[in-house]
């Protein structure tokens, strides 16, 4: 009750000591997972995923469509927090 755990993962990199500090690190391990927590995260809690639509072209269609809503809606969130 009450024990934390603790991962230690081993990585390669080419920075100096005084170039990878702890969060520079984090900020290399999490950079790519950008895209999969902006679009298909936002995707899939705003609109949900529960289509069953799996003949033809229809998938794809509406998979399209639910991009071009998000698209729609974070550039909204975006123009509305900058002004």
């Known amino acids: 009750k009450g024990r934390?755990?603790?991962e230690v993962i081993y990585g390669l990199t080419s920075l100096t000591r005084e170039?990878?500090?702890p969060e520079r690190l984090l900020?290399?391990?999490r950079g790519p997972?950008?895209?999969e927590n902006e679009l298909f995260c936002v995707e899939e809690v705003t609109l949900g995923d529960r289509c069953r639509?799996?003949?033809r072209a229809?998938?794809?269609v509406l998979a399209s469509l639910r991009n071009l809503v998000v698209d729609i809606l974070t550039?909204?969130?975006r123009r509305e927090e900058c002004c």
Do not use: H, Q
Request: charged content about 35%; aromatic content about 4%.
């Open 33 to 35: 997972w950008v895209i």
């Open 19 to 21: 170039e990878a500090s």
């Open 75 to 77: 550039r909204r969130v």
């Open 4 to 6: 934390g755990t603790r």
């Open 27 to 29: 900020a290399l391990c």
């Open 53 to 55: 639509v799996r003949k």
């Open 58 to 60: 229809s998938p794809r």
